[in-house]
């Protein structure tokens, strides 16, 4: 809590976070326990309140909510009692918070005999159920300009602002109802309480806003608290505030209009929320929503992807999202759209890299055919090669970090199929090249007086060589993969192209592999040989990027 606001006495109250340590200072002096009208207004906030405040091991934590817990802590500062006061001013009935009445009463009564309402709620709700003020221990009629100049300048600070009041009722009342509250009550002050963005809140949106994505605040707070506050986080900037009424009157057809246009959404209902997810989505737009409460779970469930709180959230949220987020922290949504992007961007880079290499082998053995040329590569050698690429060169592909451009770049279109026209492209290109380099290696071979077994072991070794040269392509769709950056950032490319190239002289040279895959032994030429041809997919591959980023071809 940071301030409390009575009719005659602003009050500033220091202390951060649970602990019940701090002082609250009027007039620049500190103020004791003998100020009864603060103390009233801070028992009135102890009182009409369902959290718990607890300690272990020094540790100060709240049970239940949040504002609640700072109005406990603030009564605690002031030398309030919580167990004493429950005990001296039982409550008899209670009138939980609701959205649509915005606020909370509770029925007490005293071993004298009398029985008197606490309430707390919206600012605004609250004033208008309020005739009188309470001021130097008397009630005076309510001076409602002043305080709602009062409630701006708090809201303006960021401060998440409610307003107190007090009702006397009959001796005999044992109930409480709606219209006991409705009007007729005596305000006691406001007090405001804030809750700074954390820094990687902030970093989020940040990076959220820069990766094209739109992120709005709903809250129940009033307009100018949020504005504040989605300054702060670079929420709505030089834009307007639609409140829950100006929603309220608004129809679908208008929604659908300003929904784009707005990022803050002060005072609103669930039922807004529901009506915005359902706007957005009118116009096309992916929707992730999140929340804590029941009244959350129609808007959770509506949305494209659901997100409810892990430690705040009822389970009505937890079961109606399809995500929890199991630290309620905005940071984690991000952490989350940088994996999904970057297992999406591994998928397909793996694709990309799995189907021109198969494409090279079929290319191989189909022009052998079609040429009527002996095999290059024998369909055991065949097995044996995407045996030992799929889990090693191509399994490497799984663990890429994520793209350093991954978050700054727009969504992609739901709609867009995973497989473009220039992965289309891609697969030609590179299968032609490997189906070219393999098959001319085995034909070159021959040409030389090389036997069969010692052409077919070059093929192979030819068509590894390429597979494992594209690797350090396909890591990067477009952006280049110069040679320090293709072998770093993921250690299992160079072990994996390492172990592979291991397995390959184990192929040739090894007898009993020579028996069982009719392989046969190659000198230092034909190595050479093997790496200037396998080589030359690396760098057409290169220049082919180049092209794609000077001339701006969609990848997608």
Not at 61 to 82: H, Q, S, Y
Not at 297 to 318: C, N, Q, S, W, Y
Request: charged share 20%; with cysteine; net charge negative.
């Amino acid at each position: 809590m940071q301030s409390v606001l009575t009719a005659d006495r602003e009050y500033t109250v220091s202390g951060v976070g649970y602990e019940p340590h701090g002082v609250f200072i009027a007039a620049g002096q500190a103020v004791d326990g003998a100020d009864s009208f603060l103390g009233e207004i801070l028992r009135a906030g102890l009182l009409c309140n369902d959290a718990q405040l607890n300690t272990q091991d020094g540790q100060w934590t709240i049970d239940g909510d949040p504002t609640e817990g700072a109005l406990i802590v603030a009564a605690v500062k002031f030398g309030l009692d919580p167990g004493l006061e429950n005990e001296e001013r039982p409550r008899g009935d209670v009138i939980p918070f609701e959205s649509e009445n915005q606020y909370m009463a509770t029925l007490h009564h005293d071993h004298a005999g009398h029985h008197f309402v606490y309430l707390k709620g919206a600012p605004e709700r609250v004033l208008a159920m309020c005739v009188h003020e309470r001021s130097a221990g008397e009630a005076r009629p309510l001076q409602r300009e002043q305080w709602d100049r009062l409630l701006h300048a708090l809201a303006a600070q960021g401060q998440r602002v409610l307003a107190l009041a007090f009702k006397a009722m009959a001796p005999e009342t044992v109930e409480l109802r709606t219209e006991d509250v409705a009007d007729g009550l005596t305000l006691l002050g406001l007090v405001g309480m804030i809750d700074p963005p954390r820094e990687e809140a902030i970093r989020a949106v940040a990076a959220c806003h820069e990766a094209g994505i739109r992120v709005k605040m709903i809250t129940g707070d009033h307009a100018a608290t949020a504005t504040a506050v989605g300054a702060v986080l670079g929420i709505g900037v030089g834009k307007n505030t639609l409140s829950g009424v100006q929603l309220q009157a608004t129809d679908d057809v208008g929604l659908r209009q300003l929904a784009p246009e707005v990022d803050i959404y002060a005072r609103v209902s669930p039922e807004h929320k529901l009506r915005l997810v359902e706007a957005l989505q009118a116009r096309g737009d992916v929707v992730a929503m999140t929340g804590d409460g029941v009244n959350d779970a129609p808007a959770l469930k509506r949305a494209d992807i659901g997100v409810a709180m892990g430690i705040t959230g009822t389970e009505a949220a937890k079961e109606a999202a399809e995500m929890v987020l199991a630290d309620d922290n905005f940071a984690s949504i991000k952490h989350a759209i940088e994996e999904g992007r970057t297992v999406y961007d591994n998928l397909r880079k793996t694709i990309l890299f799995i189907l021109p290499t198969n494409g090279g082998e079929a290319g191989t053995v189909m022009a052998a055919i079609a040429l009527g040329l002996a095999l290059p590569i024998l369909p055991v050698q065949i097995l044996w090669v995407n045996m030992i690429t799929a889990v090693t060169l191509a399994l490497a592909l799984a663990f890429e970090p994520m793209e350093p451009n991954a978050m700054r770049r727009a969504p992609r279109d739901p709609r867009a199929p995973i497989f473009s026209r220039f992965f289309v492209w891609r697969t030609i290109f590179v299968s032609l090249v490997l189906a070219a380099g393999t098959l001319g290696m085995f034909r070159w071979e021959l040409a030389q007086g090389a036997s069969e077994e010692v052409a077919r072991t070059a093929a192979v070794n030819t068509l590894v060589m390429f597979e494992a040269f594209y690797l350090l392509n396909a890591r990067f769709l477009i952006a280049p993969a110069w040679p320090r950056a293709a072998l770093t950032g993921n250690p299992y490319v160079p072990s994996m192209i390492i172990l592979v190239i291991g397995f390959q002289l184990l192929y040739t040279y090894a007898p009993f592999m020579q028996a069982l895959f009719q392989s046969a032994a190659l000198g230092f030429e034909a190595w050479a040989r093997i790496v200037l041809i396998a080589l030359s997919i690396y760098i057409l591959v290169e220049l082919e990027k180049w092209l794609v980023r000077l001339l701006g071809w969609r990848v997608v």
